[in-house]
């Protein structure tokens, strides 16, 4: 079994920063994929951003230059920096992890961002 820990959710105004964090605990394999999502209220699910075990980093178009994911391996655990948050970033954010042949989400972390 493996459990997806999220923290670092809240509410903050435009041009604040957040920081989120996604802690992995159970059978994890050392190649796997740890990324964020988002869900706004009426929209369906999208990627933020992804991060490789083997280094390699992916971003939404609408996050690039603000957004920064990071990862320790040791901990296997994945953050998630927010700079420059705009309203269009309040949603649910989930933490993914995909290893072969399963992916795991966690529950979800509430971010809300005010004009």
């Known amino acids: 079994q493996v459990q997806l820990v999220e923290s670092g959710g809240g509410l903050v105004q435009a041009g604040g920063s957040l920081r989120l964090s996604c802690a992995a605990s159970?059978?994890?394999?050392?190649?796997?994929?740890m990324g964020w999502y988002r869900q706004a209220p009426g929209k369906r699910r999208e990627l933020v951003a992804v991060?490789?075990?083997?280094?390699?980093?992916k971003y939404a178009d609408s996050v690039k230059g603000r957004f920064t994911i990071s990862r320790d391996n040791a901990k296997n655990t994945v953050y998630l920096q927010m700079n420059s948050l705009k309203p269009e970033d309040t949603a649910v954010y989930y933490c993914?992890?995909?290893?072969?042949?399963?992916?795991?989400w966690g529950r979800g972390t509430q971010v809300t961002v005010s004009s």
């Open positions: 993914n992890l995909r290893m072969v042949l399963t992916t795991f």
């Open positions: 159970g059978s994890i394999f050392s190649i796997n994929d």
């Open positions: 991060s490789s075990s083997g280094g390699s980093t």
